[in-house]
């Protein structure tokens, strides 16, 4: 079988960089309670590996005792769940991505100016209920069409739409369309919401799914971005099936199928991808193709509240970088493994 291999694909930089900060609070804190206002980020095994490490995941900030740590996920929270983490004189280390903290503040500042402001998104999204909660008298969530004839606008020339980041681009294009087509001046945000790993990774499946018979997007079922690969790949007539790992390989999935594409969602780490590679050359033989289609090289630094809290313990953080290598850390697992490999590069972008 051959395995066609995407890149990018799995890790952002957000993810990345929320792991890290709850990998330094460990390192550094050891001992201490470690808690988090939802899932760090939405992987299972992510979690998991964690919750087996002491940190505790809660769902409200009256779980925190007072004084504690707690750390806000990739995906972000409202200004209320802020002001409660101050009200319990909790120690907050914010892990919100940067791109999430983008769309706050784009919704604060046209908030601040009186424009109504139509949210893109999928309503019961942690990401869409942070965002909303910053100015919940001028946010209107919009998941689909069939929402815009309910929306209550004032004044049609002070209107913006802004979406979550994590969205199909085709969904997206169907909503914004259809809002365009009912409030004609409707404003854009000033740069796209939807962010570069979610547009890299629906990209390159989109680019490569047409050449094989089945797609194995790996992510776990609350992850918005694996879920849209999934669908991406189906809607354009390629089997998709979203999986958290390599034990839920099914053998019949497998019948004629010669060429595979295998990715990963933002939130899904890469040595369940390698696992998956791994079983699926034991299984069927054969060989994998890296199929490079951006060229990503986005990081994120610490955020300021780990970065305080690191120098108040006396650790250095001058020039600290979170990293990812995705392609050395590949290169590794197939050359140590044996695995007849090689690569594509069918690069259409990059992202800096
Ligand atoms: S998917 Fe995008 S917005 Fe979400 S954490 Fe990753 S980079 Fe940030």
């Not at 470690?34 to 992987?43: L, M, P, R, W």
């Not at 209920?129 to 969530?141: D, K, L, M």
């Not at 690969?229 to 354009?236: R, S, V």
């Amino acid at each position: 079988m051959k395995i066609l291999l995407a890149n990018p694909r799995g890790f952002c930089a957000g993810v990345y960089m929320a792991i890290n900060v709850v990998d330094e609070l460990l390192a550094v804190c050891p001992g201490e309670p470690i808690y988090v206002y939802h899932e760090i980020v939405h992987n299972r095994h992510v979690v998991e590996r964690f919750r087996q490490q002491g940190v505790q995941f809660i769902e409200a900030i009256e779980e925190v005792p007072t004084g504690s740590i707690v750390v806000f996920s990739a995906h972000g929270v409202s200004p209320l769940v802020r002001a409660q983490a101050r009200a319990r004189n909790l120690l907050a280390i914010d892990a919100t991505c940067p791109l999430v903290t983008k769309v706050h503040a784009e919704a604060i500042r046209f908030a601040k100016r009186g424009w109504q402001i139509l949210l893109v998104g999928h309503r019961e999204h942690q990401e869409v209920v942070g965002t909303r909660g910053e100015a919940p008298e001028s946010i209107q969530v919009v998941e689909s069409p069939a929402d815009i004839p309910h929306l209550h606008i004032k004044d049609p020339s002070k209107l913006i739409y802004l979406t979550q980041t994590t969205l199909s681009l085709d969904d997206a294009a169907l909503v914004i369309r259809a809002l365009k087509q009912a409030f004609p001046e409707i404003k854009e945000p000033p740069t796209s919401d939807i962010c570069y790993a979610t547009t890299n990774r629906q990209t390159a499946v989109r680019a490569i799914a047409p050449r094989a018979q089945l797609v194995l997007v790996v992510g776990s079922k609350n992850s918005s971005n694996s879920v849209r690969l999934t669908e991406i790949a189906q809607n354009d007539g390629t089997q998709a099936r979203l999986i958290d790992d390599a034990s839920e390989l099914q053998a019949a999935w497998f019948d004629g199928v010669e060429t595979l594409l295998l990715t990963a969602g933002a939130s899904a780490p890469e040595d369940l991808v390698h696992a998956v590679i791994a079983e699926l050359i034991t299984r069927f033989g054969g060989e994998v193709e890296q199929v490079d289609v951006f060229d990503e090289r986005v990081e994120f630094g610490l955020p300021a509240s780990l970065r305080n809290l690191l120098r108040a313990r006396g650790r250095e953080t001058e020039g600290r970088r979170i990293t990812l290598d995705r392609e050395r850390d590949t290169a590794e697992f197939l050359a140590a493994n044996n695995i007849p490999h090689h690569t594509v590069a069918l690069t259409i972008g990059q992202s800096k």
